[in-house]
């Protein structure tokens, strides 16, 4: 088999509070859904695997490719760490309402109730409605007693830090971090490989059928940060032409390039693969054997065998890559 950049066919999801972003703004028809609250992009999920979309591999599973390529797709270590399951998972997530306030077990916890990895994550926003705000974290020092005093009493967003967003803003959520993602917002998240979360407040949402989503109250208290932080969005510099590491965290890095220019990347010191995002203009990538066209809202997963690889453009990029250091 030979390895190349592989795009995947997008999974829609259909969401209580999705609407109509997908299209109208990453131009990904998602009909005959009623509306997509997410994409899943690039997935290892066992329930939900992605499908190449181009080349020679086009129609063949994520997971049966990493299978059979091992290291030359994900990199020796994370093949050591991680076996046949894909580490990360990417979306977009368009809220045409507020998501419900949640929380995501760490590796230790998860691993202990659901088999599984936990969820660190992190949010870019794409775009905002003007006057669209997010949660994440606490806006004062809670312990266990205080957080379940005021959510017991119906006052828990007032303990809730809340911030007003704009495109380009990020933020890094490691698991344990309470926050929602609010009405008028449309995201891409790049995270753990973990479909586990707590959902502890829904706004007594309905579903078409009057019924009410299911709560994980108790599930939540032990996965809860309840540490206070002084900033929950993430300081980065805004650049032109270089890249910007944003996030650096043990599961994944990611860096922002924001050029108006073509240029090179260099990987052959990296032990992994890469993901493009790319949330802003076109480019061609070329690589050794070929190239590929590349727009707003393309994932696109570089296996560790591709060691350098050519970004031509004329009408710029912004580009979120990421990787496993």
């Not at 997935?43 to 190449?52: K, L, R, T």
């Not at 045409?96 to 109730?113: G, Y």
């Not at 890095?253 to 802003?280: A, G, K, P, W």
């Not at 690589?287 to 727009?295: N, S």
Request: glycine share 8%.
């Amino acid at each position: 088999m030979s390895l190349y950049p592989l795009k995947f066919e997008t999974i829609f999801k259909d969401k209580i509070w999705g609407g109509r972003k997908i299209k109208d703004v990453l131009h990904k028809d998602f009909s005959p859904l009623p509306n997509c609250g997410e994409t899943w992009e690039i997935s290892g999920v066992s329930s939900d695997v992605s499908v190449v979309a181009n080349g020679i591999l086009k129609g063949q599973k994520l997971s049966d490719i990493l299978a059979e390529e091992k290291e030359n797709l994900v990199g020796k270590k994370n093949y050591q760490t991680y076996g046949n399951e894909f580490p990360l998972l990417v979306k977009f997530i368009d809220a045409n309402d507020d998501l419900s306030i949640q929380v995501h077990p760490n590796d230790e916890l998860a691993e202990k109730r659901h088999h599984s990895k936990g969820k660190t994550e992190m949010w870019y926003v794409l775009q905002a409605d003007s006057g669209s705000t997010l949660i994440s974290g606490f806006n004062q020092p809670v312990d266990r007693a205080k957080y379940l005093e005021k959510f017991e009493s119906g006052q828990l967003m007032e303990i809730l830090n809340k911030e007003e967003v704009s495109a380009g803003d990020i933020f890094f959520l490691p698991a344990g971090r309470i926050h929602t993602i609010g009405k008028g917002l449309l995201i891409a998240e790049i995270q753990q490989t973990s479909d586990i979360t707590y959902r502890i407040y829904d706004f007594d949402r309905v579903d078409d059928k009057g019924n009410k989503r299911e709560l994980h109250v108790k599930e939540a208290l032990d996965a809860i940060d309840f540490n206070f932080y002084n900033q929950y969005k993430t300081d980065y510099k805004k650049a032109k032409n270089e890249a910007i590491e944003a996030v650096k965290c043990p599961f994944f890095t990611t860096n922002v390039l924001d050029y108006n220019e073509s240029t090179n990347r260099d990987y052959s010191q990296l032990d992994s693969f890469v993901i493009h995002v790319c949330v802003e203009g076109s480019y061609s990538l070329g690589y050794d054997g070929g190239e590929l066209a590349v727009k707003k809202g393309d994932c696109i997963l570089v296996p560790a065998s591709e060691k350098e690889i050519q970004l031509e453009t004329s009408e710029g990029f912004k580009i979120l890559e990421s990787y496993i250091a």
